[in-house]
């Protein structure tokens, strides 16, 4: 079956990098966009962007669009979100989910990654 | 608009029913039927219950409802159970960028 499986968690300072990777399984990697999607400590889900594994193009929400790249690893059917300059906001569950069977919505998703900004 | 607009929490006792709405606008949920709910229980990887405003995936069970009225959508939850508990969202796949409801806590009494 469909697999989404996520990095385990990062405790990053201020102002630097995080990369979270998102392995997949179970079906055609290039034929399925990935979504990242993030949830901040006590507040709601944020759409981030996708890739579409077949050509690497892409598309970032206006707010992350300067700070975020994501990238796919064919060979090893995994996509990448890296996200630059941290800051303490930044502190979140980062999702990665698959386009449903639909291309209207997302599903499965990974388990999540924890992301923890602190100096 | 930053987020779809949902009721912060909503309770009932098993067997209940609630309706959860997810307010949006005329260039997101009005403007095509791509509305979604998905729910999300901590530590675990969120679940998606309707797609495409009233679709049910397989595996989901038709205690599970949806359907929207001109920018509005809503989620039913009908015989509510125990195992029902917990964060829901909308998510529009109209509109850019696309955009979550602010999610809503179901709590059974």
């Known amino acids: 079956q469909v697999q989404v499986v996520q990095s385990g968690a990062e405790v990053k300072k201020p102002g630097a990098s995080v990369k979270v990777s998102c392995e997949t399984s179970?079906?055609?990697?290039?034929?399925?966009?990935l979504h990242w999607v993030r949830q901040a400590p006590g507040q709601g889900l944020e759409w981030m962007g996708w890739?579409?594994?077949?050509?690497?193009?892409?598309n970032y929400a206006p707010k992350f669009q300067d700070r975020v790249t994501m990238t796919v690893d064919t060979s090893i059917t995994t996509a990448y979100m890296e996200l630059r300059r941290l800051i303490s906001d930044d502190s979140a569950v980062y999702y990665c989910?698959?386009?449903?069977?639909?291309?209207?919505?997302?599903?499965?998703w990974g388990q999540g990654t924890l992301v923890t900004v602190s100096s | 608009q930053s987020a779809l607009t949902q009721p912060a929490s909503m309770s009932a006792s098993p067997g209940q029913s609630i309706t959860i709405s997810c307010a949006g606008t005329n260039t997101d949920i009005g403007s095509y039927d791509l509305v979604s709910w998905h729910q999300l229980y901590p530590g675990k990887a969120p679940k998606l219950i309707i797609y495409e405003v009233d679709k049910r995936p397989s595996g989901i069970s038709n205690r599970f409802s949806g359907s929207k009225s001109g920018n509005t959508a809503s989620l039913t939850i009908s015989g509510l159970r125990t195992e029902d508990e917990g964060d829901y969202y909308c998510f529009s796949f109209a509109g850019r960028p696309y955009l979550f409801g602010t999610g809503t806590r179901v709590t059974v009494l």
């Open positions: 179970g079906y055609t990697f290039n034929h399925y966009y």
């Open positions: 890739i579409n594994p077949d050509g690497g193009g892409t």
């Open positions: 989910a698959r386009i449903h069977d639909s291309g209207w919505t997302l599903d499965p």
